[in-house]
């Protein structure tokens, strides 16, 4: 292992084990959710993950370290104080080195699973090319990251405050594979279907391990983006949360937010404004990928014995 990463007594028993782990990002929690939602949605999406027979590491940086897996006291941690930066790929280094805290982004989080050995990632929504991001060159840096590390990430594709065409144009050129679970359509997060069509449409978890081994064996490297759509019962209204999202770019651009903040205030804003019916979605489309992710895991695990 490498000597910046230590594991938690539960993701090293199962390591030593050649059980299935799924890894889980941090910001989701420390700057995609308010407290004490995020702490209790932590818990439960880590508990889904062992009921469907795999086991959860949450990623984050603390004390110097790239912890795998997190106790319950750091959970805590984690999602109630509000100094918690939030790591991509380029504050790894500067949050290692100072012993500052980091909530691990999706970028991250696959940079740390791939250290630690594990192929399988769960999130809520994957970042991407912001609406004019042909002008202000606002891509997420979880793209690049997704063009070159070998994890698969289960998300519930992504939020419209991207530019779905563009992330997907994006995604297609760097060769990364999207997959549609039992759908065409690449899904909205909160809404189950947007204008546009995802690579493959695949039906089962153990169709996905497969694909997903193939392509590494093949040496193909890079991640794949796995898009459940939300459960239908907790689908949002597409115009309503669309309206919603329009305004809160609006206020973002009034406000001149920009880089890193940029994410984290849309995602502010649209909880605030839909009066938390946008949390209550969020919170059970991540349920729902963690589900997902833990079958994925457990086949790809079966398929590499
Ligand atoms: N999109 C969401 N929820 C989130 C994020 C994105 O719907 O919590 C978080 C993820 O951690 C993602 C990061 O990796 O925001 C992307 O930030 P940026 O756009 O600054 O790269
Ligand atoms: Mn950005």
Known sequence: MNVHLTRSPEVEE?????KPIVALESTIIS??????????????????????GAVPATIAILDGKIKIGLTDEELEE????NDIAKASRKDIPYL???????????????ICAELAGIQIFVTGGIGGVHREGETTMDISADLEEL?????????????SILDLGLTLEYLETKGVPVMGYQTQTLPAFFTRTS??????????????ASILKAKWELEINGGAVIANPIPEEYAMDEQFINGVIDSAIAKAKSLNIEGKDVTPFLLDQVNQATEGKSLAANIQLVKSNAR??????????KQTL
């Not at 063009?147 to 939020?159: E, F, I, L």
């Open 14 to 18: 199962a390591a030593k084990h050649g």
């Open 31 to 52: 700057h995609g959710m308010p407290y004490p939602q995020n702490v209790a949605t932590a818990r439960e999406v880590e508990q889904i993950i062992r009921e469907n």
């Open 78 to 81: 984690l999602g109630s104080r």
């Open 96 to 110: 290692v080195a100072t012993k500052k805290p980091g909530a691990t982004t999706v970028a991250a989080t696959m």
């Open 147 to 159: 063009a070159h590390t070998n994890v698969g990430v289960v998300c519930a594709g992504a939020k």
């Open 195 to 208: 204008p546009f069509a995802v690579h493959y449409q695949v039906n089962a978890p153990s169709e996905i």
């Open 292 to 301: 997902l992710g833990a079958q994925i895991a457990v086949h790809y695990a």
